[in-house]
């Protein structure tokens, strides 16, 4: 059973920090992509950054500067540092991987549950 566990959400004020980090598990060969899109209410889901097995990177610009994703491909794990954080940075946070399960297998699209994310004073 594949599974992408996300922790580290939570409420905090604005101007706060919080650290998300989502881990992969199961039988996997090796995950290509690593990204988090976030969902607020009543709005649509969106990117808001995104991580290559190589490393390189890509942020939504309402977070750039403020935001700061990575990953330990040894732990299949991707990490979200969100600094100065604002009201507007509320939603739930989601987890996305692009992998595949064996050699030459099919690339797929997996999501983690998501994890709240709160700012409010």
């Known amino acids: 059973q594949l599974q992408l566990v996300e922790s580290g959400g939570g409420l905090v004020q604005p101007g706060g920090s919080l650290r998300l980090s989502c881990a992969a598990s199961?039988?996997?060969?090796?995950?290509?992509?690593m990204g988090w899109y976030r969902q607020a209410p009543g709005k649509q889901r969106e990117l808001v950054a995104s991580?290559?097995?190589?490393?390189?990177?890509m942020y939504a610009d309402s977070v750039k500067g403020r935001f700061a994703i990575s990953r330990d491909n040894a732990k299949n794990t991707v990490y979200l540092q969100m600094n100065s954080l604002k009201p507007e940075d509320t939603a739930v946070y989601y987890c996305n991987a692009l992998l595949s399960r064996m050699v030459a297998g099919v690339i797929t699209e997996y999501w983690g549950q998501g994890t709240q994310v709160a700012v409010s004073s």
């Open positions: 199961g039988s996997i060969f090796s995950i290509y992509g």
């Open positions: 991580i290559t097995k190589g490393g390189t990177t």
